[in-house]
C-alpha cells in the first residue's frame, strides 16, 4: 500500500514528507464548495496529514487568506463565527502549521 494522497490525475500517488498546504484546499475543510473533485481532493489532503503528521508548509500571507474566506463565508451566513473559528484551532492541533517567512525573491 503507497503512503500519500491520491492528486487529481487518478493514480499519481504524492508520499513526500513535507506538504505546502494551499489556501484553498484547508477553507475546502471548512466549506464545501468548489467542484466535488476539487473537494475529494482537499479531505484527501486532510486525511493524509491527519495519518501521516508530515511538516506542513504555509506562505506567508496564508493567514490573512484564511481570515478573509473565513470572515467572507461568515458574512454570507454559510458558517457559524464560532465553528469558523474553532475549526481553524483544530487546524493548528491537527498540524504543525510554518509559516514560511523568507522574502517572496528568496522563493524563486
Given at each position: 500500500?503507497?503512503?500519500?494522497?491520491?492528486?487529481?490525475?487518478?493514480?499519481?500517488?504524492?508520499?513526500?514528507?513535507?506538504?505546502?498546504?494551499?489556501?484553498?484546499?484547508?477553507?475546502?475543510?471548512?466549506?464545501?464548495?468548489?467542484?466535488?473533485?476539487?473537494?475529494?481532493y482537499?479531505?484527501?489532503?486532510?486525511?493524509?496529514?491527519?495519518?501521516?503528521?508530515?511538516?506542513?508548509?504555509?506562505?506567508?500571507?496564508?493567514?490573512?487568506?484564511?481570515?478573509?474566506?473565513?470572515?467572507?463565508?461568515?458574512?454570507?451566513?454559510?458558517?457559524?463565527?464560532?465553528?469558523?473559528?474553532?475549526?481553524?484551532l483544530?487546524?493548528?492541533?491537527?498540524?504543525?502549521?510554518?509559516?514560511?517567512?523568507?522574502?517572496?525573491?528568496?522563493?524563486?
Open positions: 500500500m503507497s503512503v500519500g494522497f491520491e492528486v487529481k490525475e487518478p493514480g499519481k500517488i504524492y508520499s513526500q514528507v513535507g506538504v505546502v498546504l494551499d489556501n484553498s484546499v484547508a477553507m475546502r475543510w471548512l466549506v464545501a464548495s468548489g467542484k466535488k473533485v476539487d473537494q475529494r482537499a479531505l484527501s489532503v486532510r486525511d493524509f496529514i491527519q495519518e501521516e503528521r508530515p511538516r506542513v508548509m504555509v506562505p506567508y500571507l496564508w493567514t490573512y487568506e484564511a481570515a478573509n474566506v473565513v470572515a467572507y463565508y461568515v458574512r454570507q451566513g454559510e458558517l457559524e463565527y464560532s465553528v469558523a473559528i474553532n475549526t481553524l483544530a487546524l493548528h492541533d491537527l498540524c504543525s502549521i510554518a509559516i514560511d517567512r523568507r522574502n517572496t525573491h528568496s522563493a524563486f
